[in-house]
């Protein structure tokens, strides 16, 4: 079955950087797009980055020039690289399979997350 196994949450101060891993298995990983969410308590969970299989990446707004998003097909394995952190970066950081090369094809696989919590 599809697993998704996040992993590199934590606390750290404004400015600081961070990096996420996402392990999967259960699938051909390195046929099909990843993204990684987020989520705070009360809101919509919001992309924040995507990588087709093919390595091109999309990125929110809001974390373009700071988040770099990347994969290692051999390992199978997605990360999401944190810079120049800011407390609105907060939430809960969900790593998900797309259901096919293409990002806009939609997830049908959610990691549990890992929570990032930036503060002083």
């Known amino acids: 079955q599809v697993q998704l196994v996040e992993s590199g949450g934590g606390l750290v101060q404004p400015g600081g950087s961070l990096r996420l891993s996402c392990a999967a298995s259960g699938f051909t990983f390195s046929s099909y797009a990843m993204s990684w969410y987020r989520q705070t308590p009360g809101t919509e969970r919001e992309l924040v980055a995507c990588?087709?299989?093919?390595?091109?990446?999309d990125y929110a707004d809001s974390v373009k020039g700071r988040f770099t998003i990347s994969r290692d097909n051999a390992k199978k394995t997605v990360f999401l690289q944190m810079n120049s952190l800011k407390p609105e970066d907060t939430a809960l950081y969900l790593c998900?399979?797309?259901?096919?090369?293409?990002?806009?094809?939609?997830?049908?696989?959610w990691g549990q997350g890992t929570q990032v919590t930036v503060s002083s």
């Open positions: 998900t399979k797309s259901r096919t090369f293409y990002c806009a094809s939609g997830t049908d696989y």
């Open positions: 990588i087709r299989s093919g390595a091109n990446t």
